[in-house]
């Protein structure tokens, strides 16, 4: 039996409002399987980012279950889940302010080998060296920092950072979102290849329906921080079942 990378059930989450409490999110159920990339789509405010934040142990849920290759996330204590950070990671939109701006490279890509205290220096460096080749950098890029490199290239090794520790789970908030529309396809492709070949699941966030489209193979729709529509991506795009799917199927098609 193949266990699911992400696994999460009933995830509701309430904050606190001036006026009261807020829904942020309600009832939230989605999977993505090893080697599969799955679209969290939705407008502004839908709830997507946040339960990127609950899947990483950031926001804490009123109720629902999180898994994480079969690991719970929700009620884990401190030590748990700084283990379990080890199996996902983040990728945020901004390349420019995601990466620590006073490392080298080399040292930003191994910084979670580090942090996770796998591997003497030599074997983080190997890895690293790795890691960024698998995202298409160069040997010159390692030794520079993150200000030397054009936008695309901070994002590659954002993704490089990510692959360096062997997770099953990548959380990607927007990812292509900074970068010239010439740049996105490139990245999404490089997307689609990593989680193939390493057979780790990816959750791309976006609000982009072509880049959905082009990307991932199941589409997650949230309106409201509900999910409103779930399903293989062409057949969602092809016969939307909820209004808020068709809207942003027709806004997709005018612009």
């Given at each position: 039996m193949i266990v699911a990378a992400l696994d999460v059930t009933g995830l509701t989450v309430t904050y606190r409002g001036r006026s009261g409490p807020v829904a942020a999110l309600t009832d939230v159920d989605l999977t993505a399987a090893p080697g599969e990339v799955v679209g969290l789509v939705g407008g502004s405010g839908a709830g997507k980012s946040t339960v990127a934040r609950a899947v990483a142990g950031l926001v804490r849920p009123d109720r629902g279950t999180i898994r994480v290759a079969g690991a719970d996330v929700v009620g884990t204590?401190?030590?748990?889940l700084r283990r379990l950070r080890q199996t996902l990671h983040l990728v945020f939109q901004d390349p420019y302010a995601s990466l620590p701006p006073t490392l080298r490279v080399r040292d930003v890509i191994a910084e979670p080998l580090l942090v996770h205290r796998?591997?003497?220096?030599?074997?983080?460096a190997g890895r690293a060296a790795q890691a960024a080749e698998d995202v298409g950098l160069?040997?010159?890029h390692l030794s520079r920092y993150p200000h030397e490199l054009s936008g695309g290239e901070r994002q590659r090794v954002a993704f490089a950072r990510a692959l360096v520790?062997?997770?099953?789970?990548?959380?990607?908030?927007?990812?292509?979102?900074?970068?010239?529309a010439s740049l996105r396809r490139d990245l999404v492709d490089l997307i689609g290849r990593l989680a193939a070949d390493r057979g780790i699941a990816v959750l791309h966030i976006t609000h982009d329906l072509a880049l959905a489209q082009h990307g991932c193979a199941r589409l997650v729709v949230m309106h409201r921080g509900r999910v409103v529509e779930s399903g293989p991506t062409a057949d969602v795009l092809a016969e939307p079942r909820h209004d808020h799917t068709a809207a942003l199927v027709a806004a997709a098609i005018r612009r």
């Open positions: 204590g401190r030590a748990a796998i591997g003497d220096h030599a074997g983080r160069e040997r010159r520790s062997e997770p099953r789970l990548i959380l990607a908030d927007e990812p292509t979102q900074m970068l010239d």
